[in-house]
């Protein structure tokens, strides 16, 4: 339960920078230097979501547990550790003609 609380924190900042960018852009229309401010904001909290979600699923890998989160599994971000596939033996020689 640990990972998720973490990975839905990741994604909870991650949104409210885009809510924050979407601020931006209404305030756009009215005050210019406020919406840079916005935007760079904005940038920063996604950049930290980002940051965050990369930190818990290294911690995961690092713990070694599995991982139900399909997000991870498409980014590459965490995998789990494949099983070992035993070497597939060569059979007798085949006849000569």
Do not use: C, H, W
């Not at 713990?63 to 070497?87: C, D, H, M, V, W």
Request: charged share 15%; proline share 8%; no cysteine.
């Amino acid at each position: 339960m640990d990972f998720e609380l973490g990975y839905i924190q990741a994604l909870a900042v991650i949104g409210l920078g885009f809510m924050v960018f979407m601020l931006g852009l209404m305030i756009d229309e009215v005050n210019k230097k406020k919406a840079i401010v916005g935007y760079i904001l904005a940038v920063l909290l996604v950049g930290l979501g980002v940051y965050s979600y990369a930190v818990v699923a290294q911690y995961q890998r690092d713990k070694g547990e599995a991982s139900f989160n399909k997000l991870n599994y498409f980014l590459y971000i965490y995998r789990p550790p494949q099983q070992p596939t035993s070497p597939v033996q060569p059979g007798p020689p085949l006849p000569q003609r």
